[in-house]
């Protein structure tokens, strides 16, 4: 096992009629800025349940936040909040809303132009202090410091870290699965499972802990995703959906192992190019990776096919083989297509990406090995 | 899954070196109060790197803290506290320096006779800033809010929790281990195992992360204990049980699901009444009372011996008698003992604990269900 730190404050109310706490999580003598994203949470009774919550305290809305939160938007709602002299900012959404709300929270005790902290992540160390109601399980943003940011402009998207992003506290309300869009359901368990792939589809280091906790996320996800494709309204699967996401990605399942997350990286170009959903993105990239990573990833994606898929028949490079066919076939069961041509990608893109990791001198993986020109290996792996 | 509410903010820094981090971890204007047991740390080198490593602070010390702390002890470092002005307390040790601290700590910012708060459990609210760096791997007090604190003029044992007793960071560097007498290994895993199964085998109430979880580091800590009391030298497994033992207790595997304790209670007075290791009444303890209580525990026991011990042959009752069976005999196979009469503890003992939860009026158990004389039966199938 590696050398760790670990530390998350976040506080995490979960449950069903939970988000009617919010007027004793939130203090009552702030002025909070609410953000938002499309208006789902109008139509789903959300945004409802959190106006009457916060009856009694100075509220401001902010709407409109886009799926992949966008740089201008964001600077509109950090000038609309200086304005009103906002001190505690609530997210009301998903992975964007609340990505983009870090952004905003650090954007307002930043000096410079906010641009700098995302362009070359720097730690910024300081932000008004946030909170969410979740409304969609995927990006785990609700539990930890990261957020992702794009600036169509520049067809960019880029993360930043900090430490005061933590939400102080996030609501989780397995409800609101009940009225998602089979594609968000989709996309939120294809990223969840990848996260979970990214911290455990690595090399062996000997946690067996972290190991089995890694496994019992993706059993978790293999068992109920076809469930809630059928029907969204059972609550536990709900239930178990939204704790699977927030414990992918806050660390707990990260301590003292090696991470690869090259999908991520690579995946955020398609977005960046094509405006693909992050988990789309992920479906595509990551059989690439694991196919042509295999040799590298060969002891966990033995364990990952006997552990997680019970395969018990078959030479050792019989099993992997299988386990990485189940893996895409688990995507597009739930009706994700995970071929670039699906999406008219070609060459002039693989090209294109592998060109920005070479300008920025990147090396992907666990191993640090994985070069441009290996990027463009995997891509065409998945054409 | 039930609803929850979770919050862990100790920061955990993990492996080999890592004490020489206090001087950068303890703030440099405090005046330190260094807390331990019998002086093994002088023996195994940690109180020379936590010395060096607080070379440029304010240090006090305070030894000879007790296993099963004793209240009379804390209350002459409560004293001292007070006498040298000190605002940081250092635990170094097993869990009952630390949780002798975390009483210290509370007494410090107490009002009242610090016997209410551990009489009568109640929310204190505020302590002293704490932090650890451990010796033992076991009670998991390292990540949590619970203390445990014995008063041998009254023959009692109590608890309380305090969230202002959180550490504010535990140091936990698995080499601690090389050193420690198997016993204090028998008795660690055990304790981590048994807190695992207060938390797991209780009913079924649809909370999949979490059983894999739970299921997880019991798997863990039977593969490993027989190793670890053969070899206690190498790291990963050491890192491993280490590892575990703080998993176990620190609210991960606790979110949204039942839980039992019904083993601590009774265990907690065979301590009181007669001395006995922590870890040895649960070992005595626990089979009893999966025995008396396994209708009640009929799924989840099924599910245990399935999963944890894999056992597929045989009828439920087959499968549920042989899990209970592997169980006591994992406790036997590290050394302890596990019946009363192996200790001279017979029914006069058995009577005044019965006569304890009458007098209390308690019931215990997930389900509130185990009565006084149900506490006899459970006892008397241990004698």
Same mark, same amino acid.
């Given at each position: 096992?590696?050398?760790? %730190?670990?530390?998350?404050?976040?506080?995490?109310?979960?449950?069903?009629?939970? %988000?009617?706490?919010? /007027?004793?999580?939130?203090?009552?003598?702030?002025?909070?800025?609410?953000?938002?994203?499309?208006?789902?949470?109008?139509?789903?009774? %959300?945004?409802?349940?959190?106006?009457?919550?916060?009856?009694?305290?100075?509220?401001?809305?902010?709407?409109?936040?886009? =799926?992949?939160?966008?740089?201008?938007?964001?600077?509109?709602?950090?000038?609309?909040?200086?304005?009103?002299?906002?001190?505690?900012?609530?997210?009301?959404?998903?992975?964007?809303?609340?990505?983009?709300?870090?952004?905003?929270?650090?954007?307002?005790?930043?000096?410079?132009?906010?641009?700098?902290?995302?362009?070359?992540?720097?730690?910024?160390?300081?932000?008004?202090?946030?909170?969410?109601?979740? *409304?969609? =399980?995927?990006?785990?943003?609700?539990?930890?410091?990261?957020?992702?940011?794009?600036?169509?402009?520049?067809?960019?998207?880029?993360?930043?870290?900090?430490?005061?992003?933590?939400?102080?506290?996030?609501?989780?309300?397995?409800?609101?699965?009940? /009225?998602?869009?089979?594609?968000?359901?989709?996309?939120?368990?294809?990223?969840?499972?990848?996260?979970?792939?990214?911290?455990?589809?690595?090399?062996?280091?000997?946690?067996?802990?972290?190991?089995?906790?890694?496994?019992?996320?993706?059993?978790?996800?293999?068992?109920?995703?076809?469930?809630?494709?059928?029907?969204?309204?059972?609550?536990?699967?709900?239930?178990?959906?939204?704790?699977?996401?927030?414990?992918?990605?806050?660390?707990?399942?990260?301590?003292?192992?090696?991470?690869?997350?090259?999908?991520?990286?690579?995946?955020?170009?398609?977005?960046?190019?094509?405006?693909?959903?992050?988990?789309?993105?992920?479906?595509?990239?990551?059989?690439?990776?694991?196919?042509?990573?295999?040799?590298?990833?060969?002891?966990?994606?033995?364990?990952?096919?006997?552990?997680?898929?019970?395969?018990?028949?078959? *030479?050792?490079?019989?099993?992997?083989?299988?386990?990485?066919?189940?893996?895409?076939?688990?995507?597009?069961?739930?009706?994700?297509? %995970?071929?670039?041509?699906?999406?008219?990608?070609?060459?002039?893109?693989?090209?294109?990406?592998?060109?920005?990791?070479?300008?920025?001198?990147?090396?992907?993986?666990?191993?640090?090995?994985?070069?441009? /020109?290996?990027?463009?290996?995997?891509?065409?792996?998945?054409?």
């Amino acid at each position: 096992m590696n050398n760790f %730190i670990f530390q998350n404050p976040t506080k995490l109310v979960f449950g069903k009629g939970q %988000i009617a706490r919010l /007027s004793e999580l939130v203090p009552s003598d702030k002025k909070i800025m609410i953000t938002y994203g499309g208006g789902s949470i109008f139509k789903n009774g %959300i945004y409802d349940q959190v106006k009457a919550a916060l009856k009694n305290h100075t509220v401001y809305e902010f709407g409109g936040i886009e =799926p992949n939160p966008e740089y201008e938007t964001l600077m509109k709602c950090v000038a609309e909040c200086k304005e009103k002299e906002i001190d505690f900012l609530l997210a009301v959404g998903g992975g964007s809303v609340i990505d983009g709300t870090k952004f905003i929270a650090t954007a307002l005790t930043w000096e410079g132009d906010p641009w700098e902290f995302l362009r070359q992540p720097i730690p910024t160390g300081n932000a008004l202090p946030l909170a969410a109601v979740l *409304t969609i =399980p995927a990006t785990g943003s609700e539990m930890n410091n990261g957020s992702v940011v794009s600036r169509r402009e520049f067809k960019e998207k880029l993360f930043f870290f900090n430490d005061a992003c933590y939400p102080k506290f996030s609501i989780l309300d397995p409800t609101a699965i009940y /009225s998602l869009p089979k594609k968000q359901i989709a996309n939120g368990v294809i990223d969840t499972y990848i996260h979970v792939m990214e911290q455990y589809l690595t090399y062996d280091n000997n946690a067996s802990v972290q190991d089995y906790w890694a496994e019992g996320i993706l059993k978790t996800l293999l068992d109920i995703a076809p469930k809630l494709m059928k029907d969204q309204h059972d609550y536990d699967n709900c239930a178990n959906f939204m704790y699977s996401a927030t414990m992918a990605l806050n660390g707990f399942i990260a301590m003292g192992v090696a991470t690869d997350w090259a999908t991520h990286m690579i995946g955020q170009e398609l977005t960046a190019l094509h405006g693909l959903d992050h988990g789309v993105t992920l479906a595509i990239v990551y059989p690439g990776v694991i196919s042509v990573m295999h040799e590298d990833k060969r002891n966990k994606l033995l364990q990952y096919a006997e552990r997680v898929f019970n395969i018990c028949d078959g *030479t050792d490079d019989e099993k992997i083989n299988k386990a990485i066919s189940l893996t895409a076939e688990f995507f597009t069961s739930l009706g994700v297509k %995970i071929r670039l041509s699906d999406y008219n990608i070609g060459d002039d893109t693989i090209e294109e990406i592998v060109r920005r990791f070479d300008e920025r001198n990147f090396v992907l993986g666990e191993n640090g090995n994985i070069t441009p /020109s290996m990027i463009r290996e995997i891509l065409q792996h998945v054409k």
